[in-house]
């Protein structure tokens, strides 16, 4: 799977046999993981395509670009379905909804769609102040809940980079679990891993947002990725200090 340009992201169809890759050159192409040959090219995108996914069915693709858009995609045919226009800010990354009615998308703002109809249905830009260009936005798996990484502004006018749940449906913001980033649900959705950029990982009670563990398995540099295993029992933690630890 050769690209001329670099690689943005990349995702895995649910049936393992395509990714599909997101390409600073406008386009985003569909791959057989079997053969390594391109299936589909995507194009419809003025500026650099910064994410790609699939809908949990693997039916659509939404991607992300530099031309404040977010397009939904015929994952068969390759046909546009749908533009996601109103944000004046680059959209970064869109994220489906555990169920795929929905489609988040964030950058400077954030905003959950109708991922059938295109339709905004909640903004959360009056709850952000900025959000962080390089958060990675996840749905709680029962998709009540998002958690994102923004930059807001304290009381006496410095900033601070927190990661904050919000309700998936209203955009209410719900808790704020400090200073960390790459926040994910465990499978059941009872507990949050998290990082700090001190190399700690932090575990949170997913409905109170009370601290479980703090200093487990410490990095000597900034964790980079947070993961749980399948049955919820571990997480796994990846630093830039080039060690991975569960």
């Given at each position: 799977m050769g690209h001329k340009k670099r690689v943005n992201s990349v995702d895995w169809h649910p049936d393992g046999n395509r990714v599909v890759t997101a390409i600073e050159?406008?386009?985003?192409?569909?791959?057989?993981?079997?053969?390594g040959q391109e299936i589909l090219t995507l194009k419809g995108h003025d500026g650099d395509v910064m994410s790609a996914i699939y809908s949990p069915d693997g039916t659509m693709i939404a991607t992300a670009g530099w031309d404040q858009s977010t397009k939904i995609w015929d994952a068969k045919t390759g046909q546009q379905l749908l533009t996601l226009n109103g944000d004046k800010e680059l959209p970064m990354s869109a994220v489906y909804r555990p169920d795929g009615t929905r489609i988040l998308t964030v950058c400077r703002a954030a905003k959950i769609w109708d991922a059938t109809t295109g339709r905004e249905l909640v903004s959360l830009t009056a709850e952000i102040q900025i959000l962080i260009s390089q958060s990675f936005p996840c749905w709680s798996p029962n998709g009540d809940h998002i958690a994102i990484e923004v930059r807001s502004k304290t009381t006496n006018g410095n900033s601070i980079d927190e990661t904050k749940v919000y309700d998936g449906k209203t955009g209410k913001g719900l808790l704020t679990l400090g200073s960390v980033h790459s926040a994910t649900w465990s499978p059941d959705g009872k507990k949050i891993v998290a990082a700090?950029?001190?190399g700690q990982p932090r575990l949170f009670d997913a409905q109170t947002g009370h601290s479980l563990i703090e200093k487990a398995?410490?990095?000597?540099?900034?964790?980079?990725?947070?993961?749980?295993?399948?049955?919820?029992?571990?997480?796994?933690?990846?630093?830039?200090?080039?060690?991975?630890?569960?």
């Amino acid at each position: 799977m050769g690209h001329k340009k670099r690689v943005n992201s990349v995702d895995w169809h649910p049936d393992g046999n395509r990714v599909v890759t997101a390409i600073e050159d406008s386009t985003t192409i569909v791959w057989d993981t079997r053969t390594g040959q391109e299936i589909l090219t995507l194009k419809g995108h003025d500026g650099d395509v910064m994410s790609a996914i699939y809908s949990p069915d693997g039916t659509m693709i939404a991607t992300a670009g530099w031309d404040q858009s977010t397009k939904i995609w015929d994952a068969k045919t390759g046909q546009q379905l749908l533009t996601l226009n109103g944000d004046k800010e680059l959209p970064m990354s869109a994220v489906y909804r555990p169920d795929g009615t929905r489609i988040l998308t964030v950058c400077r703002a954030a905003k959950i769609w109708d991922a059938t109809t295109g339709r905004e249905l909640v903004s959360l830009t009056a709850e952000i102040q900025i959000l962080i260009s390089q958060s990675f936005p996840c749905w709680s798996p029962n998709g009540d809940h998002i958690a994102i990484e923004v930059r807001s502004k304290t009381t006496n006018g410095n900033s601070i980079d927190e990661t904050k749940v919000y309700d998936g449906k209203t955009g209410k913001g719900l808790l704020t679990l400090g200073s960390v980033h790459s926040a994910t649900w465990s499978p059941d959705g009872k507990k949050i891993v998290a990082a700090n950029w001190q190399g700690q990982p932090r575990l949170f009670d997913a409905q109170t947002g009370h601290s479980l563990i703090e200093k487990a398995g410490q990095h000597i540099g900034p964790i980079s990725v947070v993961d749980w295993s399948p049955n919820g029992q571990q997480f796994l933690t990846a630093s830039v200090d080039r060690t991975t630890k569960v």
